[in-house]
């Protein structure tokens, strides 16, 4: 991991009110991904509204030339690769958040949703489990 100086380290312990500098900036992480998936949820949402259909309902008549508008206006162009771009980029959010889930030793083919955690934080929980394993 890169050095922080100790006063960024400070600064973002003292805002996110994390234990530690690990833990602040998995914090920060978290939130950024929660503020991204919801401003791309918006977007999505808007040119839903704009387009009343979705995207792929969009796309197959752009493609299909029966948009009803120029499907090859620049403002129609434009929407489209800003939606696509919005679609994407949740598509990847998701999938980072859903790295960080915990599958529970009682029934483990379900998830639940977790805080990133520290190496040292994955290792007690994995010592615990380990303990109660017959």
Do not use: C
């Not at 309902?57 to 771009?85: C, H, I, M, N, P």
């Amino acid at each position: 991991m890169p050095a922080v100086s100790p006063r960024l380290a400070e600064v973002l312990v003292k805002t996110t009110g994390a234990k530690d500098v690990d833990n602040a900036f998995q914090k920060v992480f978290s939130d950024y991904l929660e503020l991204k998936l919801k401003s791309l949820q918006e977007t999505i949402e808007s040119f839903h509204n704009k387009w009343r259909m979705s995207f792929e309902e969009f796309k197959e008549k752009v493609k299909a030339g029966k948009l009803g508008s120029d499907a090859y206006s620049f403002d129609t162009e434009q929407d489209f690769w800003r939606w696509e771009e919005a679609e994407t980029l949740k598509k990847h959010y998701e999938a980072l958040k859903r790295e960080w889930h915990l599958h529970p030793v009682k029934n483990p083919d379900t998830h639940h949703n977790i805080n990133p955690k520290t190496a040292e934080e994955i290792i007690g929980s994995l010592i615990e489990v380990w303990t109660r394993l017959p």
